[in-house]
Each structure stands twice: as C-alpha cells, then as structure tokens.
C-alpha cells in the first residue's frame, strides 16, 4: 500500500515537473538540433577562404627591428613570410601589434582599400564589396568579440569578413548561418548577453529538475498497472 501511494505522488511530480521543465528541454533539444544541421567549418566560413600556401622563413632569416624594453612591454615576436617579404610581428602585453618590413620600417596599418583588397585576395567572392566600417578595438561588433582594431568588410551576401587593421590578416569570417548559430548558441547555454558558456543559475536548476524528472520516470517505468477488466453492458 504504501509504495502504491508513493508511486501515485511520484507519477504527480513527475507530471508537474514536465510542464516547468518542458519549455527548456524542447529549447535545449530544438537549438542543438539547429547547430548541428551544418559543418562547424562552414558556420564559420572556412569553406570561403582561398587557400594560401605557407611559404617557408629563408634560411638565416633574421630580424633587424629593436625591441622596445621600457614603456610597452612586448609579449613575444615572430617573423614570418608574407608575400615576398620576412616580416616581424611584434605582440604587446596590452593586445596591440606592429609589423615591420626586412628594413627595419614599420608597416602601415591597413587603410579601407588595402582591406577590401585582401578580401578580394583570399576570400570566395570577396569581390561582391557592399561596404566597410572601422572599430576601435573598444567598440568592436558583437559578433566580433575580440578587443582588437579591425575593418569589417560587408559583401552583398551578408557575409561579414574582419580584417586587422594592425595584424594585416583575416581574423574572423561571420556569415549570416554563424549569425542564427550565435544566436541559438546563446539560447542553447541560456545566455544571450555574452555567449560564454558558464555555470549560470538558471542552468543549473532546471539541469537540476530535468534530471529529478528523468529518474522518477525511470522509476515509473516499474510501476505495476493492474489491467483493467471491461464490465460488459
């Protein structure tokens, strides 16, 4: 008698906690559903950058450019080819960066033209241009997300391509499938504000009663139903 009053209260919580939890399952299940519909690759647009071959350091290579010891701390410093060219890249503690030619000379930062060039240059279709806005590395877009100078090149098709002002490179690649990703990323973890994945309360309790709710169902499952006898009219 007793475990039959135990299985009826526990068939009733079972009942209630499918109606709180019923909205956030089907949310978690329908967004992961959606993010899961397209290559990680292509969400991020990778299937649109040319292909670049790497092209090795000449033996010897050398940098002639001194290294600042006060004032800007340097994080780290690395040549590499670009074009023709050995270029040294210098990375400092507070995120901003310089390059320098095999001269010793500074590279320019990159101005509007030089970064719709570079899109025409290594992205597929980079040469359907509709705009292009600077950020600061303070005001960047927030699909952007990184506190870094950047060009943000806008072709016809809703593809956003970012362009360091100071890296000279292609950092991020946003098209309008990444954009319904991020969106439904942030539902999926259940945070729009900044798409971080943490452990946010709201998560945690209804992870929590989604769980509880699963293992009294697994409980039910063994409950005994007596069948039942149709009396004939």
């Not at 007793?2 to 079972?14: E, P, T």
């Not at 670049?52 to 290294?67: K, M």
């Not at 877009?141 to 809703?158: I, M, T, Y």
């Amino acid at each position: 008698m007793a475990k039959r009053l135990w299985m009826q209260k526990f068939a009733r919580w079972h009942i209630w906690l499918g109606w709180l939890v019923g909205v956030p399952i089907l949310m978690w299940l329908a967004t992961g559903l959606f993010m899961v519909l397209k290559p990680f690759e292509e969400v991020r647009g990778e299937d649109l950058r040319v292909p670049v071959e790497q092209q090795a350091l000449p033996a010897g290579s050398t940098t002639s450019v001194t290294v600042p010891t006060s004032e800007r701390p340097v994080r780290s410093v690395s040549l590499a080819m670009d074009g023709d060219q050995v270029v040294t890249t210098l990375n400092y503690e507070d995120g901003s960066v310089e390059r320098y030619g095999e001269d010793g000379e500074r590279i320019a930062p990159l101005n509007e033209i030089a970064a719709r060039m570079l899109v025409e240059e290594r992205i597929e279709g980079g040469d359907d241009f509709a705009s292009a806005t600077f950020y600061e590395a303070d005001d960047v877009p927030f699909d952007f997300r990184r506190p870094q100078p950047v060009w943000r090149v806008a072709l016809e098709d809703g593809t956003y391509v970012y362009v360091g002002r100071d890296t000279g490179k292609i950092e991020a690649v946003r098209t309008r499938w990444w954009r319904w990703f991020d969106f439904m990323w942030g539902l999926h973890i259940m945070d729009l504000e900044t798409r971080e994945p943490s452990n946010h309360p709201i998560i945690l309790i209804f992870g929590t009663l989604a769980t509880f709710g699963a293992i009294l169902g697994c409980i039910l499952m063994f409950r005994r139903r007596k069948a039942r006898i149709k009396v004939p009219k």
